[in-house]
C-alpha cells in the first residue's frame, strides 16, 4: 500500500485489509471497500491493499466489515418518557452496536397516531440522533385496539410500518379491517401476538419454572392462538403482515405453513429469545422479565434452529429502556422490557461462536432481510448503495458494564456477562458516528 501524507478528499474513506461480509451477494472474502459523497463507490478483492491517493485510510486488520445493521424494533421515550431514553440517547447507543438504522415503536406519550407526530419524530431526529431513524406509526388511535388510525395519511408523511406496540389487537374485525385496508397502500403492518386475555396476570412463561418460583405465568397458547388468527385474516384480507417477535417452537411452525401457501407474512424474533431463556431469571431478576417472556430452552433452541433454516426473517434488539423504578419492583410487579441496541451483535454472536450458525446466516436477518421487508436501499454492500456499514471484530472478549452504556436505561439482562464480538466502528452515510476506544 502507497503511504498517503497528503490532506483526505472530503467525503472519501478507504477501507482496506477487511473481510467483506454481505449476506445480499453472499460475499465473504478478503477485500476493501471505497466511500465517496456518502455511498459505495468501490468494493472488492483489488481494493484490499490498495488505497487512492488522497483518501482517508481505515485498516480493518482481518475484521468483519458488513451492511450496517437494521433494527425494526426500538421502543423509545422521547416524547413524553424522555428520563427512559431519549432520540439522541437511542442513537449512542444504537452507533456503539453497529445498529445505523433503527424503527421506532408508536408507545410514546402521546401516542405516534397522527400525522405532526411522525414529522415531530422525523424532525428530532434530523436534528439529534446520528444513526437513521424511521417511524412506525400507531395502527390504531392511542393504541385502544378499537378504530384505526389514518394509514394512507401516515404513510404519505413518511410512516414505514404500523404497529399496535406491545399489545394486540384484540377485536378481530378491527385487525381485519386494518389488513384490508393496508392492503390499498401496501403498508406493513406489524403485530405482536399475544391473547391479551389468557396472558392477563402473567408475568414469565407457563411450566416448572414458575410454578418453583411461584409467580402467575403466560402460557405460550396465548401467541400461538393469537398468530393463528391473524394468519386466517391475512389469508382473508391478503394484507402484508410481520410477526413482530415470536418465542415458541409452534409460532415458527404457523409462519412456515403460512409462507408455504405463499402468503404474505414475515416473522420477527428478538436478540433476547435467542440467547436467552426462562431458567436466567434465577432469583426473581426483573431484568429478564420481558415481553414476550423467555421461554424454555427447547423453545430458544427451535428458534436458533430456525434462524440457521432462514425461516426467521428479522433479528431485533427489541430495546426497551425501563428506570430503575419500575424495575426495582417485586418480579410478578415489574415492568417487563430490556434494554439491547448496543448488545444486540455481540450478543447474537454466541448463536456463531456456540451454536455454529454461519455468519452470513447471521447476518442477514440483521442486514438484507429488514431493508427490503422495510423498502430500505440500504443492508447491502454493492455500488451506490449507501455507505452505512459495521466494523467489528467477532472474536474480541469483553465484559458487559451497564453503567458504562450510552443508552440512558441501563435494564440489560447480560449485565457482567463475556460476549464474544465487539464493534470497532460505525459509519452512516460515509460518516464515522462511532469508534471504539
Known amino acids: 500500500m502507497a503511504i498517503n501524507t497528503s490532506k483526505p478528499l472530503a467525503g472519501t ?15 465473504d472474502e478478503p477485500g476493501g471497500l471505497l466511500v465517496k ?13 490498495n488505497a487512492p491517493v488522497g483518501a482517508d485510510v481505515i485498516d480493518c486488520k482481518g475484521h468483519v466489515l458488513c451492511p450496517g445493521l437494521i433494527d425494526m424494533q426500538v421502543f423509545m ?5 424522555e428520563h427512559r431514553e431519549t432520540i439522541r440517547t437511542a442513537g449512542e447507543a444504537a452507533a456503539a452496536g453497529g445498529v445505523t438504522t433503527i424503527v421506532v415503536m408508536p408507545d410514546t406519550n402521546p401516542v405516534i397516531d397522527q400525522v405532526a407526530l ?9 436534528d439529534n440522533c446520528v444513526v437513521n431513524v424511521h417511524v412506525c406509526a400507531a395502527l390504531t388511535k392511542g393504541l385502544e385496539g378499537k378504530e384505526m388510525t389514518e394509514i394512507g395519511l401516515l404513510k ?7 404497529s399496535n406496540g406491545k399489545s394486540s389487537v384484540a377485536d378481530t374485525k378491527v385487525m381485519r379491517n386494518a389488513l384490508l385496508y393496508s392492503r390499498d397502500f401496501n403498508a406493513l403492518i406489524v403485530h405482536f401476538a399475544e391473547d391479551r386475555y389468557l396472558a392477563a396476570g402473567g408475568s414469565m412463561n407457563s411450566g416448572p419454572t414458575s410454578a418453583r418460583l411461584g409467580l402467575p405465568a403466560i402460557h405460550k397458547m396465548a401467541e400461538v392462538i393469537m398468530l393463528e388468527r391473524d394468519i386466517r385474516l391475512v389469508e382473508m384480507t391478503g394484507g402484508r403482515y410481520h410477526a413482530a417477535t415470536l418465542s415458541c417452537a409452534e409460532s415458527v411452525a404457523i409462519i412456515k405453513a403460512a409462507k408455504a401457501r405463499k402468503l404474505p407474512v414475515t416473522c420477527g424474533v428478538s436478540m433476547h429469545h435467542l440467547t436467552l431463556n426462562e431458567e436466567d431469571i434465577g432469583p426473581y431478576r426483573t431484568f429478564f422479565k420481558l415481553r414476550p417472556p423467555l421461554r424454555s430452552e427447547e423453545d430458544r433452541k427451535a428458534l436458533v434452529r430456525a434462524l440457521a433454516e432462514g425461516e426467521i426473517d428479522v433479528v431485533v434488539s427489541s430495546h426497551d429502556p425501563q428506570d430503575a423504578d419500575v424495575k426495582r419492583r417485586p418480579f410478578a410487579e415489574a415492568e417487563p422490557g430490556a434494554i439491547g441496541l448496543e448488545t444486540l451483535l455481540a450478543a447474537v454472536m454466541k448463536l456463531h461462536h456456540e451454536d455454529r450458525v454461519p455468519l452470513a446466516h447471521l447476518l442477514k436477518p440483521l442486514t438484507i432481510n429488514s431493508a427490503q421487508i422495510l423498502g430500505l436501499k440500504s443492508g447491502r454492500l454493492e455500488k451506490a ?19 458504562q452504556m450510552k443508552a440512558r436505561s441501563k435494564n440489560t439482562p447480560f449485565d457482567e456477562r463475556t460476549l464474544h464480538g465487539r464493534v470497532l466502528r460505525t459509519m452512516v452515510a460515509g460518516q464515522t458516528v462511532y469508534q471504539y476506544g
Open 385 to 403: 448503495a449507501p455507505a452505512d456499514l459495521t466494523l467489528f471484530d467477532p472474536n474480541q472478549v469483553w465484559v458487559v458494564d451497564r453503567e
Open 13 to 27: 474513506t478507504i477501507f482496506i485489509n477487511a473481510r467483506l461480509v454481505d449476506p445480499a451477494s453472499g460475499l
Open 37 to 49: 459523497d456518502g455511498v459505495i463507490a468501490d468494493l472488492g478483492g483489488h481494493l484490499r491493499r
Open 118 to 126: 411522525v414529522d415531530f419524530i422525523q424532525r428530532r431526529a434530523r
Open 77 to 81: 421515550g422521547e416524547p413524553g418518557y
Open 156 to 162: 404519505r408523511t413518511g410512516a414505514i410500518a404500523f
